[in-house]
């Protein structure tokens, strides 16, 4: 039943496109800050794009459930296709990271590596995101797997305050053994992108990022 509902989330997280929070890969010379915290877990990363279709990435990862598991990593990201459209873009990326992680609860430490499939679509009206990553670490492989819906309930222009309603739908067994719902409102003004929400069972929800 466990490998059956991952295999499904599998299928969903790649057909249904992804891209999990912001575009990992911008214009050239661009640089991203970009953080994201929630009552279990924290993630903080920074970016630099060589192209516009690879960049490099210093991440730190943390998850409390997972016996206060946190990682240091450098990383590539690569745009693998781009659809342009009259009024919408898709995009599919990958993703590859190394580096050091430590369990402070087991007192293990050691190599760790994680790669991502990633992408997403989206028009002035919808939006869809989702990916499939894996973690690798201790000679074991964890999958994760997460998916968005959404759309803005008005048009803004480009200089405008740009307002999405999202649902998002993850799954990290580690790190929690239910599905996890969390409704969400993502703006989006300029340079700098924030999403607010929280999970059905009540866990808060924050999204920083910003471009320069």
Known sequence: MKMKM???????AILGTV????????????VVLW???SSESNVIRGSYTFDPSFSVELNSTYYRNLDKYRDYTLGVNYLVKRWLGADSQGN???QAHA???EQKEVDENGFVAHGM???DWESRKYYTAGGAMLYYFNDQ????FNARIGFA???AGMDALQSWLILQVSYFEENSKNIEVTPMLRFFYKNVLWEVGASLKGDFFLTLMTHM
Request: aromatic share 24%; proline share 8%.
């Open 6 to 12: 991952k295999m499904i989330f599998l299928v969903w």
């Open 19 to 30: 891209n999990l929070f912001a575009h990992p890969v911008i214009y050239k010379d661009g």
């Open 35 to 37: 953080t994201q915290l």
């Open 92 to 94: 599919i990326y990958v």
């Open 99 to 101: 580096g050091f992680y």
């Open 117 to 119: 499939l990633m992408g």
């Open 141 to 144: 492989y964890l999958p994760k």
């Open 153 to 155: 309930p008005y048009d």
